[in-house]
T-cell receptor, first 113, second 114 residues
Framework: NAGVTQTPKFQVLKTGQSMTLQCAQD?????MSWYRQDPGMGLRLIHY???????DQGEVPNGYNVSRSTTEDFPLRLLSAAPSQTSVYFC????????????FGSGTRLTVV | AQSVTQLDSHVSVSEGTPVLLRCNYS??????LFWYVQHPNKGLQLLLK??????LVKGINGFEAEFKKSETSFHLTKPSAHMSDAAEYFC????????????FGSGTRLSIRP
């Protein structure tokens, strides 16, 4: 089925560990974004990309890195995990033009202990 | 710049009564507006969207929303609540049709009383 695939679904990290959250879409969408969801705060934009090779910071980028080497993939890297990064992470994609909303992945629940 | 404010963090209604979830937006452009729903421990699903065609937009599961430019509002309604409507609802603004970012409201949790 076409859509946005996120892996893993659950992850527990120790403080200071690094990891990469994977995101892939098969809809040939130019735009891709990463959000984190925390209670009472909605979804906040971490990083986004308007195409392969182009990324930019969102509202809460500190502690996260991204790259976009292909249209399909947009991994999110935590360089040194902190308890404040405990959250649910969503990846989303959208075509560049058009009035459709974003398509979201099913999320990754990350706990940093 | 754009922003969106959801006026209620929690709404509780009885099954079979109307639902009203309020959303106000701010945008420098003619915005696209969306409502998403998130059921517990699930991802986000698009309920409906406004993209400058009709101001009254119908979505899935009997929900609809009306775009009111003069009031900068995009409130979500449903005539009769069902237990399965219990979820978190997010109002979202996209500045224009090629905008690379969308902005989320803080969400409204809808509870349904039997």
């Amino acid at each position: 089925n076409a859509g946005v695939t996120q892996t893993p679904k659950f992850q527990v990290l120790k403080t200071g560990q690094s990891m990469t959250l994977q995101c892939a879409q098969d809809m040939n969408h130019e735009y891709m974004s990463w959000y984190r969801q925390d209670p009472g705060m909605g979804l906040r934009l971490i990083h986004y990309s308007v195409g392969a090779g182009i990324t930019d910071q969102g509202e809460v980028p500190n502690g996260y890195n991204v790259s976009r080497s292909t249209t399909e993939d947009f991994p999110l890297r935590l360089l040194s995990a902190a308890p404040s990064q405990t959250s649910v992470y969503f990846c989303a994609s959208s075509p560049r033009q058009g009035n459709d909303g974003y398509t979201f992945g099913s999320g990754t629940r990350l706990t940093v202990v | 710049a754009q922003s969106v404010t959801q006026l209620d963090s929690h709404v509780s209604v009885s099954e079979g009564t109307p639902v009203l979830l309020r959303c106000n937006y701010s945008s420098s452009y003619s915005p696209s507006l969306f409502w998403y729903v998130q059921h517990p421990n699930k991802g986000l699903q698009l309920l409906l969207k406004y993209t400058s065609a009709a101001t009254l937009v119908k979505g899935i599961n009997g929900f609809e929303a009306e775009f009111k430019k003069s009031e900068t509002s995009f409130h979500l309604t449903k005539p009769s609540a069902h237990m399965s409507d219990a979820a978190e609802y997010f109002c979202v603004v996209r500045g224009d049709s090629s905008a690379s970012k969308i902005i989320f409201g803080s969400g409204t949790r809808l509870s349904i009383r039997p």
